[in-house]
């Protein structure tokens, strides 16, 4: 049985509304990944197309009074992003928004199908939208990514794992607090990089939290070289993570002996790959 999402979040006035539908933009990011941040989340619902100040660029997506913001989820899927107030749009900046107080206990937690447009965009008149919403399921908590699989299931993306570290969703950093040995696969090149997580670096949660959450090179002489000449967004779309070895209860001598060995078997140290030493 279908559930309007009117019978859940009820609007008003759905013509002072423009409806943001939030997808991977032009560079990658996805906004699932940008939602873990609330400041940046609500910068991406603060931008505006020419607010660099380029003459005659300035589109006002915007141009309601409100926007109603809704995250790419799953194929046909929606995260309910909240509602926002637009206080100011003075052109060639950025819209200075408030956030509204109707629906804010559903943020991240309000799922809702509808189908996407297929019109180019973003924004989009909210009442030609809001009667086809309907919801699917309201999240007993917010949303912090997927939950933790076993170990040796974890092949996941640097950009779904960047919600994970930034909320620090309790499965995964439970799951995670192992030492052991680990790989990087850059996908767009197949290229590999060996690394361990030894106690000195807070174990695999520690140690791959410095990836996601620092420079997206975790201090790595070859990984840096690639963030430097290709950006982080290359890093979040193109690096994946898994485990290759759990050690839970050797010393990190012994570890540091795995992941030369693992180097050794996977050729990782060769010029195709990404290990120096």
């Known amino acids: 049985m279908e559930i309007p999402l009117a019978s859940v979040l009820k609007i008003d006035t759905p013509e002072s509304y423009k409806v943001h539908f939030a997808v991977t933009n032009t560079e990658g990011v996805n906004p699932l990944t ?10 991406w619902n603060s931008w505006r197309r020419g607010s660099n100040g380029e003459p005659g660029k300035s589109v006002d997506d915007f141009s ?6 809704l995250i790419r989820f799953r194929p046909m899927e929606w995260l309910f992003g ?26 991240g ?7 996407r447009p297929k019109s180019r965009g ?46 620090e969703a309790k499965d995964w950093k439970a799951g995670l607090d192992v030492r052991g040995v680990y790989l990087i696969t850059d996908r767009k090149t197949s290229r590999l990089y060996v690394g361990s997580a030894t106690s000195s670096t807070g174990g695999i949660w ?8 620092g420079d997206g090179d975790g201090g790595n002489v070859a990984l840096k070289q690639i963030v430097k000449a290709k950006g982080k967004d290359y890093v979040r779309q193109n690096f994946y993570f898994s485990i290759l070895q759990v050690l839970p209860d050797s010393p990190d001598e012994e570890i540091i002996l795995r992941e030369g060995h693992w180097k050794c078997a996977l050729n990782t140290r060769d010029s195709q790959n990404y290990n120096r030493n």
């Not at 509602?83 to 107080?101: G, L, M, P």
Request: aromatic content about 16%; proline content about 3%; hydrophobic content about 40%.
């Open 82 to 107: 909240g509602i926002f107030v637009v206080r100011a749009r003075e052109k060639y900046k950025r819209y200075e928004i408030e956030d509204a107080e109707l629906g804010k206990e559903l943020i």
């Open 109 to 115: 937690r309000l799922v809702v199908s509808y189908e």
């Open 206 to 213: 520690g140690r791959w939290r410095s990836y996601i959450l």
């Open 64 to 69: 309601r009074e409100r926007i109603f913001s």
């Open 122 to 167: 973003r924004a989009f008149n909210f009442e030609n939208h809001y009667g086809g919403m309907n919801v699917l399921e309201i999240l007993p908590q917010i949303y912090e990514g997927e939950a933790f699989p076993r170990l040796g299931n974890i092949s996941h993306q640097y950009a779904v794992l960047e919600p994970i570290f930034r909320r």
């Open 34 to 43: 940008v939602f873990a941040d609330w400041q940046q989340w609500r910068g």
